[in-house]
T-cell receptor
Framework: EAQVTQNPRYLITVTGKKLTVTCSQN?????MSWYRQDPGLGLRQIYYSMNVEVTDKGDVPEGYKVSRKEKRNFPLILESPSPNQTSLYFC???????????????FGEGSRLTVL | LAKTTQPISMDSYEGQEVNITCSHNNIATNDYITWYQQFPSQGPRFIIQGYKTKVTNEVASLFIPADRKSSTLSLPRVSLSDTAVYYC???????????FGTGTRLQVFP
């Protein structure tokens, strides 16, 4: 089944404790991206990757890192989480992102992160 | 600064047509506009995508005027299962960054 898988789905952690949210897609998609969703602010792009070894900042990249060593995986790293990073996170992928179209983005189920 | 705005909420009844508009300034000249649907506790799901004029698929239509400063998602004959939050998605001018609209919560009543 074609899907985007995120782990963990739920996590409660403490300030400063490094964590990684994994994202994996099985559709051979080139484009992958991360978003956070907060009440009243909607979905905001954190980072995106056009292809392997190519990553770029989205709208709200501060406090996050990403890597794209393999096509299928795009982990989101919080080196030193803070309470303002408490949010619902979504990973998404699409076949490609050319100059004219995002293509159809396929989203994961979300990862709810709480930083105390 | 790119900004996309949508009505916060809309109410409708089963069988009616619903039109949700997204206003977007400073979007990429040549990029598509896309709409997504989101149910609680799920990731957004693609509905429709267009560049200009009108696009129609089996679930919705999308109207984009010539100036591309707005777009309207049209849902014909909504049902209770269409109760969800709807987002437009655009590309910021001169970048590859994506920006979602503020989201419209549609409530469909029997």
């Amino acid at each position: 089944e074609a899907q985007v898988t995120q782990n963990p789905r739920y996590l409660i952690t403490v300030t400063g404790k490094k964590l990684t949210v994994t994202c994996s897609q099985n559709m051979n998609h080139e484009y992958m991206s991360w978003y956070r969703q907060d009440p009243g602010l909607g979905l905001r792009q954190i980072y995106y990757s056009m292809n392997v070894e190519v990553t770029d900042k989205g709208d709200v990249p501060e406090g996050y890192k990403v890597s794209r060593k393999e096509k299928r995986n795009f982990p989101l790293i919080l080196e030193s989480p803070s309470p303002n990073q408490t949010s619902l996170y979504f990973c998404a992928s699409s076949l490609s992102r050319d100059r004219f179209s995002t293509g159809e983005l396929f989203f994961g189920e979300g990862s709810r992160l709480t930083v105390l | 600064l790119a900004k996309t705005t949508q009505p916060i909420s809309m109410d409708s009844y089963e069988g009616q047509e619903v039109n949700i508009t997204c206003s977007h300034n400073n979007i990429a000249t040549n990029d598509y506009i896309t709409w997504y649907q989101q149910f609680p506790s799920q990731g957004p799901r693609f509905i429709i995508q267009g560049y200009k004029t009108k696009v129609t698929n089996e679930v919705a239509s999308l109207f984009i005027p010539a100036d591309r400063k707005s777009s309207t998602l049209s849902l014909p004959r909504v049902s209770l299962s269409d109760t969800a939050v709807y987002y437009c998605l655009v590309v910021i001018y001169n970048t590859d960054k994506l920006i979602f609209g503020t989201g419209t919560r549609l409530q469909v009543f029997p």
